[in-house]
């Protein structure tokens, strides 16, 4: 399992001791860094910085049909169609989830993490969960 960071890496070699040595279901996590947005098809997780934000509707387009799940940071992230966003509220970290693009990526959220979460949908949805 890839792990990417697109452009701008905010982690530096921490990720890369992080993920040392782990394994998802006996497949063993990489990280990459990746610059070129064809390279993202080799990816299962991306993550974008807030600074690399307003690539975001070309990373998702470059995206479609692959089965990635797209991580960020930045103002709303998740309601522009990233997958998951991180943000600070009241100095704590939480997080959003975008239902819509999660279900792109072919991928399921437990009840329990989406109890947890900031539920958003895809611009031009209809409003609810």
Do not use: W
Request: include cysteine.
């Amino acid at each position: 399992m890839t792990v990417c960071v697109f452009g701008y890496d905010p982690f530096g070699d921490a990720l890369d001791e992080i993920i040392r040595g782990k394994n998802i279901d006996n497949h063993e996590l990489l990280a990459r860094r990746i610059n070129e947005l064809p390279d993202l098809k080799e990816c299962q997780l991306v993550f974008v910085s807030e600074r690399e934000e307003k690539r975001l509707p070309e990373i998702l387009n470059n995206l479609k049909g692959v089965g990635a799940l797209v991580v960020g940071e930045g103002e709303n992230f998740a309601e522009r169609g990233g997958g998951i966003q991180f943000y600070l509220e009241n100095n704590r970290m939480r997080f959003a989830i975008n239902v819509d693009a999660v279900q792109r990526a072919h991928l399921t959220v437990s009840s329990k993490l989406l109890a947890l979460a900031r539920i958003v949908h895809d611009p031009g949805h209809p409003k609810g969960n």
